[in-house]
């Protein structure tokens, strides 16, 4: 071959060779892929999300983790070695009025199972701080105030498709969640209630609507103190509890929103990554009710809802019981819009 006949292979080489050599320091063996920085969305809230104290969006170096983007935008003071959040720009955990308050954090939705300073972010992450009781009350896994989250963006990385199963009366509801879900990005199908295999119910994200009484809402009523519930359904009331753990019934035209992790994934509750919300109520206008109140972006910041007779009541309810339900539009702190 003439010299000059060669000079464009071993030039060729030459550039594989320099891009193979740049990607190696880029991601040297053993290193996760992606991109070089990460976009992230992190909001500190108090009282399950009463209060609204920053909502900010940031960028920073992949490899960041959750308590490093906390001290990007806010004081923070440490405990045990720095593993520990115990203030947040002046909001300190402790007590209050007699209960015993603490910073916990999610990561798009899910109560975090690992420290701050051990979660690598990802892009696209929604990290939530918020201040609130917890000894006196069930656990909650997840919550519903981060949406579409963490149908988007899953956790650590990992994310699974999204299922609707639907009770018959609520097709239409249906339809009208899957197609915003995929407009903002989610993978989602739907499907009757009735014809769920137990791979449907083990391999997906759930969104589960239908009346109290359907099989899979009774189900998962029947473990919702495993599952961290603030509310559950029996015999035509509805008990939700309070921040300080007292319990109060409610009749009437009643629904309501929580999530949790999928109790039929592999490992059940114990695993992370695949969750199970449900919406469910005692009537059609309720059910449908909630469903808008999910579309129409009205769950912002709540850990869960309750509607009674068409009022919504933030779930945990706030003292005293929420004998005086609010309104939305007066439940997020107007600073943070």
Known sequence: MPYKNRILPIFLVSVAFAAALLLYHLHPPGSPGGPAEV?????????????????????????????????AVS???????????????????????GLKVDWLYYVNGLLAPVGAADYILHDGDVERWDLHTWASLVMASAIIGDFPEPFLNGYGGSKYPTLILYSEDFKGEAENLEEQLISLGVEADLKPMGEATPDD?????????????????SRL?????????????????????????????????????QASKNPWSPGGTSTMGRTAWLIAGSTPRSVRSAVEALIEDKTANLHGLLIVDGEYRPLPLSPGGGSSPRSMDGYRDPSAS
């Open 221 to 257: 009523n029947e473990i919702h103190e495993r599952l961290g519930y603030y509310a559950y359904h029996d015999g035509g009331v509805v008990y939700a509890v309070d921040w300080r753990g007292g319990l109060h019934g409610f009749s009437g035209d009643l629904a309501v929103i």
């Open 201 to 217: 119910l083990g391999g997906f994200n759930l969104i589960i609507i239908g009346y109290f009484t359907d099989s899979l809402p």
């Open 39 to 71: 976009h992230v969305r992190l909001i500190v809230s108090r009282d399950f999300g009463s209060t609204v104290i920053l909502d900010e969006s940031i960028t920073l170096e992949r490899g960041a983790t959750a308590l490093d983007a906390l001290r």
């Open 75 to 97: 004081e923070v003071e440490t405990m045990y070695g720095g593993r520990f959040v115990a203030s947040i720009n002046g909001f300190r955990r402790g007590e209050i009025d």
